[in-house]
C-alpha cells in the first residue's frame, strides 16, 4: 500500500522517471537530499507521521521508508 503510494509521489511530484524499483535506495533513483527533506515534510504533512533525518537517507530504500509509514500506523490519503 505504502510503496505505491511513495512511487506515484516519487514519480509525479519529484519526476524520478520510469518504474521505480522498491528495492532501489533514494540514491540509486536520482533523490538529492533537498528532495529528501522536502519529501519528508510532505509526508508528515499529508499522513500526520514523524519522520527523523537518520530515517530518511540517501541509502534508504523506497521498501523501507514504506516500512517505516506501517510502523508509525500512518494511512493513505484518500
Not at 11 to 20: D, E, M
Not at 39 to 56: F, H, K, R, S, Y
Request: hydrophobic share 45%; charged share 20%.
Amino acid at each position: 500500500m505504502f510503496v505505491d503510494y511513495l512511487t506515484t509521489i516519487l514519480g509525479t511530484a519529484y519526476k524520478v522517471p520510469g518504474h521505480i524499483e522498491p528495492t532501489r535506495s533514494f540514491h540509486d533513483l536520482e533523490v538529492d537530499s533537498l528532495s529528501l527533506a522536502e519529501l519528508g515534510a510532505q509526508l508528515e504533512e499529508d499522513l500526520g507521521v514523524t519522520i527523523d533525518e537518520e530515517d530518511l537517507t540517501p541509502a534508504t530504500t523506497v521498501a523501507e521508508l514504506a516500512e517505516l509509514l506501517a510502523a508509525q500506523g500512518a494511512v493513505v490519503p484518500a
